[in-house]
């Protein structure tokens, strides 16, 4: 967390430093991501939780699950635009 932080008060980033800041943090929520998924897969872990702490942590996780979905949904349909095909203006074929 500590890089996050100086990533962000770095100042202004160019869009190298942007992209690489993007990719870093992509990284760091699959790491913590994949460190849920083996603590929600341990039942061991899990039957220390109370009910509660349950509770809390499935509104959080689901909360910020679907707002990262919608935003990657956002993201996605632009950056689809820029794979689309361009359009090429129809050329006349000489005839010899």
Do not use: C, H
Not at 17 to 32: A, D, G, I
Not at 66 to 78: N, P
Not at 79 to 96: A, C, D, M, V, W
């Amino acid at each position: 967390m500590k890089l996050m932080d100086e990533l962000k008060a770095s100042g202004e980033l160019d869009r190298l430093e942007l992209v690489r800041s993007l990719y870093f943090s992509l990284q760091v929520m699959q790491r913590s991501l994949a460190g849920w998924l083996q603590w929600v897969s341990n039942p061991e872990i899990m039957a220390k939780f109370s009910l509660e702490e349950l509770k809390e942590m499935n509104e959080k996780i689901r909360t910020q699950a679907k707002t990262f979905l919608e935003y990657d949904v956002e993201i996605t349909e632009k950056g689809s635009e820029f794979l689309k095909p361009r359009e090429r203006p129809k050329t006349t074929r000489l005839e010899i």
